[in-house]
């Protein structure tokens, strides 16, 4: 339902409220529903008795029935009692030229949402109804995502019951439906890319894919065009109008991964979007309005970064309306066994290796581990140990981090002659590349960049094998002298 008052738009759906009005005199009747149409642009149909209310009840239920309490043969409250007996969501505000404490009283006790008495002022009728209208709006955004939330069995792509994941389901539950910029802060791995989509699929802008800006992964010469766009001509090599990412989320979600790496000159720019609500393509003067819900994650401690200035303490506050915190994997243990389970039963079924089980020591091992790479290094290292798998069940040893003192790769291989071909292949490859990839980060105390560079490759291709092998940068990085 769709409250469309202008300054108080309801966005909870695509339809507008509709509202009934009761009552005998026909001059009032009259006014009453021209008011009512013209200030809150509402269906309205009316009625000039309760008998002829009644009888367009049972073909048509309005969200609202705005009714005169004194009126021959079924009056006011008589309606009141049969609306509340069979619609009772049809909220019910009474009127009456005759009011007394005793009318109102009964009126409120019977279900009736408010009790105004005539001659009233018009202001305050359009408040009441205003107030009314919005309080159905309310329930109705409530009903909505109710009845998203149980066409699901759990948020998508979340895994645990855990009072800490719990309290992340409560606030994206309570914030999904509603425009609020939405801060989310959590180490890497720990789904703050799930939070953000979970948001988004139980918002009313599900009907459009949510957009993601990776910010670190790109320059900012070329990370400004693609969030804003150019026209043609707007720089060297601009031969054609391009539609920027904020035009692209028109509708929907824009979610701002790793904002904290967002250069300085776009955070200013980033600030007025967020204030304006409109954007400017590169070489264009014309400023083009948008309709876009932004999220933002981090792994950064952004209040630190303002105190070395590098990100702007206006920016921060636009985006930190709300936070939501994602649990690093120590702090929520008990989840751990059933997401082993369930990265166990998926990587089984996705790469063919059926009757896959854990040894009895694994899952005691698991849980007892560190995991600086939270659900993702977790998620990591089932697929490797389900890749390697030889048929037996998978024990710990078998799913034991991989070791940064190591570099030859054979020292990890054991028993390649016994495998196939394509198998000892495989393990010797994946062994390989874990190895060299942890022995970069501790040459380089945990620093991805160096590491990368020192390897020869670009930082986000570095960082997709990390989170491939489930290698956290953390657990490289030298601990400050105490």
Known sequence: MTVVQPQFACQAGEFLASVLIVDDDRDMLAMLALLVRKKCRCEVKTA????????????????????????????????????????????????????????????????????????????????????????????????????RLAEQEAFPGFIGASAKIKEVYGLISRLADTDVTVLIRGKSGTGKELAARALHGLSARNKKPMVTVNCPALPEHILESELFGYVRGAFSGATHDKKG?????????????????????????????????????????????????VLASTNQDLEEKIRQGLFREDLFYRLNVVTITMPPLRNRPEDIPTLAQHFLAAFAK??????????????????????????????????????????????????????????????????????????AKQRLVENFSAAYLADALRQNGGNVTAAAQASGMNRQAFQKLMQRFGLAAEKFRTPPDR
């Open 245 to 293: 990412l904020f035009l692209e989320a028109n509708g929907s979600t824009l979610l701002l991964d790793e904002v904290g790496d967002l250069p300085i000159a776009l955070q200013t720019k980033l600030l007025r979007v967020l204030q304006e609500k409109e954007i400017m393509p590169l070489g264009q003067t014309k400023s083009l309005a948008v309709d876009v819900r």
């Open 350 to 423: 996705e790469y063919a290796r059926d009757g896959l089980v854990f040894a009895t020591d694994a899952i005691p091992a698991l849980v007892k581990r560190h995991w600086p790479g939270n659900v993702r290094e977790l998620q990591n290292v089932i697929k490797r140990a389900v890749l390697l798998a030889d048929g037996s069940p998978i024990s710990a040893r078998q799913m034991a981090e991989p070791d940064p003192e190591v570099s030859d790769p054979g020292a990890v291989c054991e028993n390649l002659h016994t495998l196939p071909y394509n198998r």
């Open 48 to 147: 000039p008795s309760g008998e002829n209310a009644w009888q367009l009840l049972q073909d048509w239920q309005p969200d609202l029935v705005l009714t005169d309490i004194k009126m021959p043969g079924l009056d006011g409250l008589a309606l009141l009692q049969k609306i509340k007996g069979q619609y009772p969501a049809i909220a019910v505000i009474m009127m009456s030229g005759h009011g007394t404490v005793e009318s109102a009283i009964a009126a409120l006790k019977n279900g009736a949402y408010d009790f105004i008495q005539k001659p009233f002022d018009n202001e305050h009728l359009l408040h009441t109804l205003q107030r009314c209208l919005e309080h159905l709006c309310l329930l109705e955004k409530n009903r909505r995502l109710a009845r």
